[in-house]
């Protein structure tokens, strides 16, 4: 019933409809969503299943256990059963991608090479971008070969391997040793996503290791055996008593992301990071896991760079979007929304572009903000001065005269229609025509950064080459011009006339 049903239907099926928002919601903020898509938990207990069965039928016979590979057969089973599962659930990116693994370590198990390698990280990879080139830009594709490739490369690493591997010891110490490998893994796991994590999604969870910890061998050996036990006892209407235990496991899961997602500190927003400290933080884990000699260590120096400049990056003051027609503004109660009416989409969007967790506020609302039903007209500190925003917040029609006024005071003038010649800002006008070629802005008033989703240079056959042009443009004030040489894009005001 409710979110524990909608759950185990993700398990089964990937679909995630009938699991309500706020469960959703606790189940990203404690770092358990990657539990309820179609992916490499539900392939590998497919075929495992399949193996284990298949072997354990073929082995009834002693005329097939003395002249017949039975492991080999298993492996075709698994295969058969990898492949069948995934074009069940619809054959997402995240399903095929982990039905490519299996089929790779299928394989190696039955060539007698070791499956478990680096080498087949990158096997699987390639395969994948050569059926689905583009997944490679995404967070799926990338969380994913993360978390493989730093577990493979942590238990690669000779020390670890002799930590962990096979140990004549009791039961006591064999479960520590268990959980804490478990444990190492997990945080590891943590950390090489947190990058990925934090450029795509602007979020980095704190407590997701620890609630993985709990969270993965409940559903891989409570939730889903009983589940599929559940499923075939259903086809003679036994599966109720089943079906209740299910029940109770999964209500024990929400509970648990639950608690974590709202422990204080759970989870930190960060506003959008640049490109440049992304990629050094990935150059720098590939670097350390790829090197199995102290020249691993050198991959520390772009990663902490990367962390560094990823951290101190400052939240932009004004967020637009592409159409104009939603602005949000850093004030000091927070990031504040232009209009009242934005969906949920829009908003989430620039609250996590701006590294705010929670709800935006209304600009309206906000003491340094001016709005009537037409325009509205914000005051920004930064760099030593104040900032003018001026946004129109509708279509009708506003008295010529007054609104020139409004311009030539403000410095940064936003609207989702076309605005007249003679509305001159200071420094940036951004109407449609702008916006159509640029896409969504963001302006860090502090450093004078501008930054826009089409950047000069896209010149791709489906868009429109962008209004923007490459200079040396500061935006420090000087007699009402901007002079100096720090790099930056400006709106090029002769082709936007």
Not at 70 to 96: E, H, N
Not at 185 to 202: D, K, Q, R, S
Not at 325 to 336: D, E, I, P, Q, S
């Amino acid at each position: 019933d409710g979110s524990a049903g909608g759950i185990a239907a993700a398990l089964a099926t990937g679909d995630v409809g009938a699991i309500s928002e706020e469960d959703s919601e606790a189940m990203r903020r404690a770092g358990l969503a990657h539990l309820l898509s179609v992916s490499g938990l539900h392939i590998t207990a497919a075929v495992a299943a399949t193996m284990l069965i298949v072997l354990r039928l073929l082995a009834l016979s002693p005329w097939l256990a003395l002249h017949a590979r039975l492991p080999l057969i298993a492996a075709l089973a698994g295969a058969a059963a990898a492949i069948g599962y995934t074009l069940l659930t619809g054959s997402q990116v995240p399903t095929i991608r982990s039905c490519v693994a299996a089929l790779l370590v299928l394989a190696a198990l039955a060539m007698g090479r070791e499956a478990m390698t680096l080498r087949l990280v990158a096997a699987g990879a390639a395969c994948v971008m050569l059926v689905l080139p583009e997944s490679a830009a995404g967070p799926s594709f990338q969380l994913s070969f993360a978390a493989i490739t730093a577990i493979m490369a942590l238990h690669e690493h000779p020390v670890i391997r002799a930590f962990f591997g096979p140990h004549e010891e009791g039961r006591g110490r064999k479960l520590a040793r268990g959980v804490a490998s478990l444990l190492l893994t997990g945080l590891l796991v943590e950390l090489a996503l947190m990058p990925i994590a934090v450029y795509h999604f602007h979020k980095a969870g704190l407590y997701g290791a620890f609630a993985n910890i709990v969270a993965i061998p409940l559903t891989t050996f409570v939730v889903m055996p009983l589940e599929a036990l559940a499923l075939l006892l259903d086809a003679g209407g036994l599966g109720a008593p089943i079906w209740w235990l299910v029940q109770r496991s999964l209500n024990a899961l929400l509970w648990l992301a639950h608690i974590v997602a709202s422990a204080p500190g759970s989870v930190r927003s960060l506003p959008a990071m640049p490109t440049a400290a992304f990629a050094l933080m990935i150059v720098g884990g590939i670097w350390i896991a790829l090197w199995r000699t102290r020249w691993r260590r050198l991959g520390l120096f772009p990663l902490v760079l990367g962390a560094a400049w990823a951290m101190t990056t400052p939240a932009p003051d004004v967020l637009i979007t592409g159409d104009g027609r939603h602005v949000a503004v850093l004030t000091a109660a927070g990031l504040a929304m232009l209009r009242d009416r934005a969906g949920d989409y829009t908003r989430d969007m620039l609250a996590e572009n701006g590294g705010v967790d929670g709800e935006p506020l209304l600009l309206a609302d906000q003491p340094d903000a001016r709005c009537s039903r037409d325009l509205c007209v914000t005051d920004i500190a930064a760099r030593g001065r104040m900032w003018r925003i001026l946004a129109t917040r509708s279509a009708y029609m506003v008295p010529i005269a007054e609104f020139i006024v409004a311009c030539r005071s403000a410095d940064v003038v936003v609207s989702e229609r076309g605005l007249p010649k003679r509305c001159v800002p200071r420094w940036l006008k951004l109407d449609r025509h702008v916006l159509r070629r640029t896409g969504g802005v963001a302006l860090t008033l502090g450093s004078g950064t501008v930054v826009t989703i089409l950047n000069a240079g896209d010149r791709h056959p489906w868009r429109d080459p962008p209004l923007l042009e490459r200079t040396t443009y500061s935006f420090r004030p000087r007699h009402d011009r901007f002079h100096g040489t720090a790099s930056a894009f400006r709106a090029s005001r002769g082709r936007q006339k």
